[in-house]
């Protein structure tokens, strides 16, 4: 429940959040889609989970972990979206890591068994 200030009044005002209350979400229709078998373009609320990891550069395993026990637990709170910092994967600073192509190769291998794993919760 948000808290609003009545123009003029001085007294605070009890607002509904949107996901409260159906009248107040947004009506685009959710029949669009992007193809046949996407999911619905975000025409309503969405509930955004921040996933505030501590990577450590060159544990992909175990960054890869974080990001996704942290995905699902995110989901499992009702949140359509989750961000994470950038570089999660790899750990920040990599640095002169980046320059080696076994390290960037392994990043994207890691990447995409995270999406694989998570592909579930879509």
């Known amino acids: ?7 003029g009044s001085g007294k605070r005002q009890k607002t509904p ?6 009248d107040l979400r947004c009506r685009a229709g959710l029949e669009h889609q992007l ?13 955004i989970a921040l996933g505030q990891i501590n990577p450590t550069v060159g544990d992909f395993s175990g960054n890869a972990g974080k990001i996704i026990d942290f995905s699902r637990r ?3 709170a009702g949140a359509g979206l989750i961000l994470f910092p950038e570089l999660s994967v ?7 890591l980046v320059e080696r192509p076994s390290f960037v190769t392994r990043n994207g291998k890691t990447a995409e068994r995270i999406a694989v794993e998570l592909k579930a919760l879509l």
Do not use: F, S
Request: proline share 19%; with cysteine.
């Open 74 to 76: 995110a989901h499992a």
């Open 17 to 22: 959040c949107p996901w409260q209350n159906p």
């Open 90 to 96: 790899c750990g920040y600073p990599p640095r002169d």
């Open 1 to 7: 429940m948000t808290i609003r200030r009545r123009e």
């Open 35 to 47: 193809g046949p078998g996407a999911p619905p373009l975000y025409t309503e609320c969405v509930k």
